[in-house]
């Protein structure tokens, strides 16, 4: 068995801003932190955690916007949270499954999530409907099916089923992002 992954890192992304990242492994699965900022102010920050099998537990996204959280029921069938503005309270419910996935829109964090359990399941050049629920800055969430394609080893493309071009995103064998430039750090002393 191979030792558990703790590692920071940072990388500016191709449309100028800064990403700064943590992701620590552990008995309960992984837990990742992320934050983007743009020109100098914090755009977005993501706390997410999956689950030993690679599935999404839990996810808090704070924006512009307000605070979202979301998780799945004990039972899997239902993803459900909320969000929090300046203008009151939205009670988010929706369906959902083990094949479900949750996506943030750019964020490499849940990109890798969504993409480590179709490592072992995909051959390279197979494509795959997945069931999702999109999350953008705006913190307003939405089901639809995304299309998963392994066009190499680590190489993916992730994308909503007929709009538009789908995101490119490499993810070494440890699971984590590829990002150009990046910098990365043990998170623990040795």
Do not use: K, Q, Y
Not at 29 to 36: A, D, K, L, N, V
Request: net charge negative; hydrophobic share 40%.
């Amino acid at each position: 068995m191979s030792d558990p992954v703790r590692t920071g890192g940072r990388a500016v992304r191709p449309d100028g801003a800064f990403i700064v990242w943590s992701v620590a492994e552990g008995l309960r699965g992984r837990r990742w932190r992320e934050s983007i900022t743009r020109s100098g102010g914090l755009g977005r920050s993501l706390l997410l955690e999956a689950s030993p099998g690679g599935g999404p537990r839990r996810l808090e996204l704070t924006t512009a916007s307000g605070l979202l959280t979301l998780h799945p029921d004990e039972d899997g069938r239902l993803l459900h949270g909320n969000v929090v503005t300046p203008e009151g309270v939205r009670h988010l419910r929706f369906d959902w499954s083990f094949e479900h996935e949750l996506v943030v829109l750019g964020s490499p964090a849940a990109a890798a999530i969504a993409l480590r359990r179709f490592a072992e399941i995909l051959a390279v050049g197979e494509t795959r409907p997945v069931p999702v629920v999109a999350i953008d800055d705006a913190l307003e969430p939405r089901a639809g099916t995304w299309e998963v394609t392994r066009t190499g080893t680590g190489s993916w493309t992730l994308g909503e089923n007929g709009a538009g071009e789908a995101e490119a995103i490499e993810i070494d064998a440890a699971g984590l992002p590829l990002l150009p430039g990046a910098e990365t750090w043990p998170l623990a002393l040795d």
